[in-house]
């Protein structure tokens, strides 16, 4: 069975850093476009960064400059580098795989940049 499972969330002080990690299995990786999206309580389920296969990124505005999405296919896992973290930061992050029969998704992991 395809699984995705995040780790690395937590609670940080402002201008902390934090690095996400997914690991997926029960897939082909390697060809395969991930992302890390982040929601907040009441939002739409937003894109934070995006690799893909070939290792081309794009950001949202909000982060650009201090998130780095990087993969390493060998092990199978996306990670997500967060620096100069602010309270607006704060969400559960999720990890997304993207395929050519559909996406599939982690079950989230809970950032928590504090003032």
């Known amino acids: 069975q395809v699984q995705l499972v995040e780790s690395g969330g937590g609670l940080v002080q402002a201008g902390g850093s934090l690095r996400l990690s997914c690991a997926a299995s029960g897939i082909i990786f390697s060809i395969n476009t991930m992302g890390w999206y982040r929601q907040a309580p009441g939002k739409q389920r937003e894109l934070v960064a995006g690799?893909?296969?070939?290792?081309?990124?794009n950001y949202a505005d909000s982060v650009q400059g201090r998130f780095t999405i990087s993969r390493d296919n060998a092990k199978n896992t996306v990670y997500l580098s967060m620096n100069s973290l602010k309270p607006e930061d704060t969400d559960v992050y999720y990890c997304k795989m993207s395929t050519w029969r559909g996406d599939y998704w982690g079950q989230g992991t809970q950032v928590t940049v504090s003032s």
């Open positions: 690799i893909s296969r070939g290792g081309s990124t």
